[in-house]
C-alpha cells in the first residue's frame, strides 16, 4: 500500500477485556516498531521486529502486552485483560535500511479502556 | 524512559515569524531526526542529521546538531498557520536501531 495502515482507528474496550490491533506496514518494509502514546506525551517504544523476528520487546509494560508478525509483513499487537492504564494510541511504524532510519507512521489506534 | 527532551513544551507565535524549538539528549548517538504531529494523527518525518553533521536545511526547515552539547535545534522560518502541530525529536543512542522521542513541543501559529 501507499502508506502504514492502521485498524481499528478507535477502540473502546471494558476493563478485562482482550483487544487485538493491526499494522500493516508499507510493502517490503523489514522494520516494524510499536510505539505507545499517552495524550500530551512523545511515543513510547514497545516492541522492534525485523521480518518476522521480534528483536526487541523490552518497551512491553507487563506481560499482558504481546506482539506477533508471523509472516514478516502484518503485525498484531495483542493486550490482554485490559486495565484503565493502557488507554493511549498505539502507534505502529515501519522502516527500511535504504531510507536510513526514516520511520513512516500510521494515524495510530485511540484506545480507551472504561 | 525518554532520551530526547524538547523545549520548549509549548510556542505560540504569528505567522511570519520564525520559531525554534530544542532537544537534548543523554548519551551518544548515531543520528537525530525529527518529526511533526498533527492533531490526531501519526508523525510525520521531517529531518534527519547525521552525528558527524552540524547543520542540515530542507525547504523552511533548518536543523543544527551539537554533539559536544548533546542538543539540536530545529528552525522553521516564515511560519504558516499550517505548521501548527507538535514537533518531536527522536534519537538513536549508539549501539541501538530504536528511535526514541521526547515529549515534544506544541507549536501553534496565529494567523
Known amino acids: 500500500g501507499a502508506g502504514v495502515s492502521q485498524s481499528p482507528r478507535y477502540k473502546v474496550a471494558k476493563r478485562g477485556q482482550d483487544v487485538a490491533l493491526r499494522c500493516d506496514p508499507i510493502?517490503?518494509?523489514?522494520?516494524l516498531f510499536w510505539y505507545q502514546q499517552a495524550l500530551g506525551q512523545g511515543p513510547e517504544f514497545l516492541t522492534y521486529f525485523q521480518n518476522e523476528a521480534q528483536l526487541d520487546k523490552s518497551g512491553l509494560p507487563s506481560d499482558r502486552f504481546f506482539a506477533e508478525r508471523p509472516e514478516g509483513s502484518v503485525s498484531t499487537l495483542k493486550i490482554q485483560r485490559t486495565q484503565q492504564e493502557d488507554s493511549a494510541v498505539y502507534l505502529c511504524?515501519?522502516?527500511?535500511?535504504?531510507?536510513?532510519?526514516?520511520?513512516?507512521f500510521g494515524s495510530g489506534t485511540q484506545l480507551s479502556v472504561l | 524512559s525518554q532520551q530526547g527532551e524538547e523545549d520548549p513544551q509549548a510556542l505560540s507565535i504569528q505567522e511570519g515569524e520564525n520559531a525554534t524549538m530544542n532537544c537534548s539528549y543523554k548519551t551518544s548517538i548515531n543520528n537525530l531526526q525529527w518529526y511533526r504531529q498533527n492533531s490526531g494523527r501519526g508523525l510525520v518525518h521531517l529531518i534527519l542529521i547525521r552525528s558527524n553533521e552540524r547543520e542540515k536545511h530542507s525547504g523552511r526547515l533548518r536543523v543544527t546538531l551539537d554533539t559536544s552539547k548533546k542538543s539540536s535545534s530545529l528552525l522553521i522560518t516564515a511560519s504558516r498557520a499550517a505548521d501548527t502541530a507538535s514537533y518531536f525529536c527522536?534519537?538513536?543512542?549508539?549501539?541501538?536501531?530504536?528511535?526514541?522521542f521526547g515529549r515534544g513541543t506544541s507549536l501553534i501559529v496565529h494567523p
Open positions: 527522536a534519537t538513536d543512542a549508539a549501539g541501538s536501531y530504536i528511535p526514541t
Open positions: 510493502s517490503g518494509h523489514v522494520s
Open positions: 511504524a515501519s522502516s527500511n535500511p535504504g531510507v536510513g532510519g526514516k520511520l513512516f
